[in-house]
């Protein structure tokens, strides 16, 4: 009788405990990014506010060249960023925000785009997540216009046909979703779809226009009352 093992994550405590010190350093790296770069946002808003008009202008641009990086690479906190730029600059400040997050989600978008696969199988064998590194490595392999068809057959048949269908206005809602930063924030998301390669450019431009206004709307309300 054949008794091999399925081609996933081994089960062995050891190789479970390595995987849970590989993720554990993957986070304590992350978390020790947000804490420098929360403290380098700081360090720039003190020289944003309008007492340090000598060098405002200078550090407005600055602000927004780093907003749009922060916006654009998964797990980084880009929205403390947009809010200083939102309230030092006002209303304008509302509009700058909305140009770069476009400007940062098209970045993201790009960069999926081009990101080699292989790198993302090499870190979850790493992690020894060979199933799930085996199943990326495979629908990388297929042309994308017969990807949604190879999904649709492949994967669990009740809610996954719904949600390909509708895959524009799932990724319009996990934008907005609260506490998207679990799976990278609008960066990691919008890379995610590049990726993918399941949506145009100008579908996701199109989208993403009206998929982020809520913020600046209710910003503006908010700043009007």
């Given at each position: 009788?054949?008794?091999?093992?399925?081609?996933?994550?081994?089960?062995?405590?050891?190789?479970?405990?390595?995987?849970?010190?590989?993720v554990?350093?993957?986070?304590?790296v992350l978390?020790a990014?947000?804490?420098?770069?929360?403290y380098?946002?700081?360090?720039?808003?003190?020289?944003?506010?309008?007492e340090?008009?000598?060098?405002?202008?200078?550090?407005?641009?600055?602000?927004?060249?780093?907003?749009?990086?922060?916006?654009?690479?998964?797990?980084?906190?880009?929205?403390?960023?947009?809010?200083i730029?939102?309230?030092?600059?006002?209303?304008?400040?509302?509009?700058?925000?909305?140009?770069?997050t476009?400007?940062?989600?098209?970045?993201?978008?790009?960069?999926?785009?081009?990101?080699?696969?292989?790198?993302i199988v090499?870190l979850?064998?790493?992690?020894?997540?060979?199933?799930a590194?085996?199943l990326?490595?495979?629908?990388?392999?297929?042309?994308?216009?017969?990807r949604l068809?190879?999904?649709?057959?492949?994967?669990?048949?009740?809610?996954?046909?719904?949600?390909?269908?509708?895959?524009?206005l799932?990724?319009?809602?996990?934008?907005?979703?609260?506490?998207?930063?679990?799976?990278?924030?609008?960066?990691?998301?919008?890379?995610?779809?590049?990726?993918?390669r399941?949506?145009?450019?100008p579908?996701?431009?199109?989208?993403?226009?009206?998929?982020i206004?809520p913020?600046?709307?209710?910003i503006?309300?908010?700043?009007?009352?």
């Open positions: 009788m054949n008794t091999e093992r399925p081609s996933g994550i081994d089960e062995s405590p050891s190789t479970w405990m390595a995987t849970l010190i590989k554990s350093i993957i986070l304590l978390i990014a947000n804490i420098l770069i929360s380098l946002i700081s360090a720039l808003e003190i020289q944003i506010w309008p340090h008009l000598d060098i405002v202008d200078r550090a407005v641009v600055i602000g927004i060249v780093l907003y749009i990086i922060l916006m654009a690479i998964p797990f980084l906190p880009g929205l403390e960023m947009g809010l730029l939102m309230m030092v600059l006002g209303p304008k400040g509302v509009l700058v925000t909305y140009i770069c476009l400007i940062a989600l098209s970045i993201g978008f790009s960069i999926g785009r081009i990101f080699p696969t292989q790198l090499s979850l064998q790493w992690l020894n997540l060979d199933r590194a085996t990326l490595k495979q629908f990388d392999a297929i042309p994308p216009d017969q068809v190879y999904l649709a057959r492949n994967l669990p048949k009740k809610a996954l046909p719904i949600l390909l269908r509708h895959r524009y799932v990724l319009a809602l996990l934008f907005n979703l609260p506490g998207n930063a679990v799976i990278g924030g609008g960066g990691g998301i919008a890379m995610i779809a590049g990726n993918s399941l949506y145009s450019y579908m996701f431009l199109l989208l993403i226009s009206f998929a206004l913020g600046p709307i209710v503006l309300l908010s700043k009007s009352i």
